[in-house]
């Protein structure tokens, strides 16, 4: 027989090309923005022009901005004929973040007033400083303000109660959500959450379940509603029960046992808590998408039986994931032994099978591993430390989302690179009677990593550490790869139809993991792309392996794997686009009346030099007490600098009182400047027996049980101010230690401050996220000294403060 023509040969190769660009285009709607549809429906023009009001700039708690997007949005609530009330009262999370949070709440009447309701979740308030919070989370908000108008438009009463709860407090803490969660009475009648969120500005939106259960029920009922753009899989599901999770929808599962879904987009990860996240850079498609998951889901669950609360015993989950035309494939976790059992079987089925037909030979059946893996490892190797060279660069070691601006092209050089390097070695193997033989080694290495992380042990698995059931789907290609292996082995020429129809499956599942990965962890797995590329090449060989001309391929992939290279280094700059992230802060030691600049940048800019210089110090003295960050950034470097007349930071006791060897110090820490936040410290060698803030009772925690015991290098609570509200601390304590306490009071005006002559930063840069920036730091000091009176109505009694140095 002859071998397939090239004609055949090149129109299955474009078929899969097209197949593979479609299993990424096909995660979204189109970016079509529609005007004047019809007020029954979903609009994505009309959700935008939420989105471009909430966004003009930053709305961080305590900022003048945040209560006007809060008016904003229980304006356009009241327009829709609801009723609106706030709850505001005192937060503190598990991580001692402390704030006022004023939540939004309105509430559409079922007509089955018994039920258990369904809540429409989001939050309205943006990371502080610079963010404008288009995406994160304006675009959740405008995502449920036009849902909730489409619906009341339709003139439906719903079976349930739709309560809309739009939280403050979210990026601080959680502590708009456990406000509501723990203290209003609407959290105690609440059948199911769905909840919208962000943490880029674009790309599909992902399904993620919350459930202290399992989530079969909640996953029928996802699918019952029949969204058209599903993109959900029940390995995300696994790996997001074993890594922390952060959204307010994880409150409702922790402190209310309330089931939920989240729905979060991650792409352009770079825009995250900047000033990038913009009305402008929010991706039209993505917030079409949210639209597209919430009104199905809104009429379904509005009319849905909720006295479960969706919820089924722990351990009761379906495998599941997105295929074209289906949406959704699913069956049980319980079936995956028996699925893996029989896959193993047939699999050394078809291997004596082939052997017997002498389709399959041993020598090329072990050859196989040959390119196979060397492909795998030279792929991982390549991306592994081709990052870990470049990672140190200046352009890279100051943008601290893991995920740079020419990230999306490093991670298509990675995964063509692997490609490149696969046809190669295969072109090395090529001989028209081993596609067979070939095609055994990746079903093997499918099948071991299906035992080693999906096979059900018990509670766990075989590796209970790495126990992915949610991976589970994994052998859906794999029986589609056994079928292709099998077509090979009986036939010289299989159907190119057949054979394309078969690699749906692989291409389906693993084409969109080769991105989601390292967008979603960083780019210290962009080996990962080139694993999922290789892994994915070795499942197609019964396909790609009839291909006579690899060697072509191998060099045209290799043109785009160095046009991607050229375009990944051609945008490592900086530009107005692509701002560079710097930081400066004005830090004043009140105590000693000293003061220094000092930034969090790694790479100094000019901006930045203009206040540290050219040599500035490392910051190491600034560091011993580190403020708050989300990837616990500390300064890089300091310079001193003249000492501005600011006002001071007062410190005013309260009270002082000792009951039983414990003594209990209250007093107020206030400025008649403005302060955004208050960082306290303590040495941890100082334990609490009982604290309050602001009238808060804090819990106790940790292995102690006392209050602040979760303490992060020293500090024991920031304090989100509004209004420029005093903090008051009660402490009680052992009466014989002498604590020794130290505040820091920011404000986030450090640009506006024209005695601090700091100059406009330059339109290539922009404010660094994460960190405190563009802020006037003062620092205050107050020993707890024995030496204090008890107070009595005729005297007033201040803290003793330490000596100056």
Known sequence: MRPKSHISSAASFLVLIAMIWYAFHSQTPSSDVKDNLPETEWSTARALEHVKAMSLKPHYVGSNAHN?????????????????????????????????????????????????????????????????????????VATILEGVRAFLAANKTPKNDIIICITDGEELGLNGASLFVNKHPWAKNIGFVLNFEARGSGGPSYVLVETNGGNRKIMEEFMAAGTDYPVANSLAYSIYQMIPNDTDLTIFREDGDINGLNFAFIGDHFDYHTELDSYERLDRNTLAHQGSYLMPLLNHFSDLDMTDRVMVAQG???????????????????????????????????????????????????????????????????????????????????????????????????????????????HKYYHRDRIASLSVAP????????????????????????????????????????????LNIYQKRPSYILLLLLAVPAIFVFAPFIKAFPVALGMSILFVAAVLSTLLFGLLIPI???????????????????????????????????????????????????AQWATYDRALSDWTKEKLGEKPQLAKELNANSIDSKYGTGFTYAAKTIYQDLPEVALELV???????????????????????????????????????????????????????????????????????????????????????????????????????????????????????????????????????????????????????
């Open 68 to 140: 006007e997007v809060r008016d904003y949005v229980i304006d356009e609530l009241k327009k829709m004929g609801l009723s609106v009330t706030t709850q505001k009262g005192y937060d503190i999370s598990w991580n001692a973040n402390m704030s006022q949070p004023e939540n939004i709440l309105a509430r559409i009447k079922g007509s089955e007033p018994g039920n258990k309701a369904l809540i429409l979740l989001t939050h309205y308030d943006s990371d502080p400083h610079s963010s404008k919070g288009a995406s994160d989370a304006g675009s959740g």
């Open 316 to 426: 009761d989950d379906l495998v599941y994931f997105p295929l074209p035309i289906v949406k959704m494939v699913s069956f049980p976790f319980s079936w995956l032994a028996a699925m893996i059992i029989v896959s193993g079987i047939f699999l050394l089925f078809l291997i004596i099978l082939g052997i017997r037909k002498r389709r399959i030979t041993a020598k090329h059946l072990f050859g196989g591993f040959i390119p196979f893996l060397g492909s795998l490892v030279i792929g991982f190797l390549l991306s592994k430390y081709g990052w870990e060279g470049i990672r140190s660069g200046s352009f890279y070691i100051d943008q601290l989302h893991g995920f740079p601006y020419n990230g999306y092209w490093l991670l298509a050089a990675s995964a063509f690179a692997a490609v490149t390097i696969c046809f190669f070695l295969y």
């Open 443 to 486: 079903l093997i290495l499918l099948w071991v990593i299906s035992v080693a992380i999906a096979f059900p042990v018990g509670d766990g698995g075989l590796i209970p550490d790495v126990y992915l059931g949610g991976a589970g789907f994994f052998l859906i290609p794999l029986f589609a790869g056994l079928i292709m292996l099998w």
């Open 544 to 594: 790609l392996g009839h291909y006579r001309k690899k060697g072509l391929l191998a060099f045209g992939s290799l043109l785009v794997t160095i046009v991607c290279l050229c375009f990944a280094f051609a945008k490592a700059e900086f530009s107005q686009t692509q701002p560079k992230p710097t930081s400066l802060i004005y830090v004043q030691n009140q105590d000693n009346q000293t």
């Open 655 to 805: 009270g002082d009182s000792t009951v039983n060897d414990l003594r209990t110090v209250r007093f107020k820490i206030s400025s008649v400047s403005d302060v955004h936040r208050y960082e306290v410290f303590a040495d941890s060698k100082y334990q609490f027996e009982k604290a309050m803030v602001n009238g808060l009772e804090i819990e106790p925690s940790g292995k102690s049980k006392k209050p602040f015991a979760n303490r992060w290098g020293n500090r024991f609570l920031s304090y989100y101010v509004k209004e420029n509200a005093p903090l008051e601390l009660e402490l009680t304590f052992n009466a014989d230690t002498e604590p020794e306490i130290i505040i820091y009071a920011a404000s986030f005006d450090l640009l506006e401050q024209e005695q601090f002559n700091v100059s406009q930063r330059p339109l290539d840069q922009m404010s660094m996220p994460f960190v405190l920036n563009d802020a006037v730091l003062r620092k205050r000091t107050v020993k707890l000294s024995r030496d204090f009176k008890q107070p009595n109505d005729d005297v007033t009694y201040e803290l003793v403060e330490p000596n100056a140095e």
